[in-house]
């Protein structure tokens, strides 16, 4: 099973700043990396598959960058209704598909 | 517009069985693999369950392998959960999920449906 390694745990960003995530796999996924955004109460929501392309409606202001063990979710200029928890979860080899712990983007 | 809507859930004692449902519209159902991905209260997200566009592929976590069994009916446009030896640990909010394309990320989530397992 691969393991996804998400840091930090929280991240305190201000209003229009950058927000960087990473997410670290045990063995390589190839670019088969995807990103989700959960806000309280809501499903997840896909932003970024293939590790770069942006979903259907995303925001240009979100990126992905990354191949092999090492991704970033970038955010660069935060929004209000950015705050949210971001998962990474690697689809390369499974069973079982699996996620990050989660990053929690906070309001500094 | 592409929609999931999943049902069943309740409270349910330990080793008791449940069947969830998910109702999928807005996109053409036999043409994608399904899932079931659950989370914990307060936790992160956990995959469960994947079954191919015509059900003749299965797959499971090892938490749920042996008691659960995933299932679909395409003349229904429907995803099922058939959940067996419920454990108090499989307390969660089940979510059904469409898979995009021939990758196994998720375009599209239902809202979930919240398993309690207590005595």
């Known amino acids: 099973e691969i393991v996804m390694t998400q840091s930090p745990a929280t991240l305190s960003v201000s209003p229009g700043e950058r927000a960087t995530l990473s997410c670290r796999a045990s063995q390589s996924v190839s670019s088969n990396l995807a990103w989700y955004q959960q806000k309280p109460g809501q499903a997840p929501r896909l932003l970024i598959y293939g590790a770069s392309t942006r979903a259907t409606g995303i925001p240009a202001r979100f990126s992905g960058s990354g191949s092999g063990t090492e991704f970033t979710l970038t955010i660069s200029s935060l929004q209000s209704e950015d705050f949210a928890v971001y998962y990474c979860q690697q689809y390369n080899n499974w069973p079982p598909v699996t996620f990050g712990q989660g990053t929690r983007l906070e309001i500094k | 517009e592409v929609q999931l809507v999943e049902s069943g859930g309740v409270v349910v004692q330990p080793g008791g069985s449940l069947r969830l449902s998910c109702a999928a519209s807005?996109?053409?159902?036999?043409?994608?693999?399904m899932h079931w991905v659950r989370q914990a209260p307060g936790k992160g997200l956990e995959w469960v369950s994947l079954i191919s566009w015509d059900g003749g592929s299965t797959y499971y976590a090892d938490s749920v392998k042996g008691r659960f069994t995933i299932s679909r009916d395409n003349s229904k446009n429907s995803l099922y959960l058939q959940m067996n030896s419920l454990r108090t640990e499989d307390t969660a909010l089940y979510y059904c999920?469409?898979?995009?394309?021939?990758?196994?990320?998720?375009?599209?989530w239902g809202q979930g449906t919240l398993v309690t397992v207590s005595s």
């Open positions: 999920a469409k898979a995009k394309d021939g990758y196994n990320s998720f375009d599209y």
């Open positions: 807005g996109f053409t159902f036999d043409d994608y693999t």
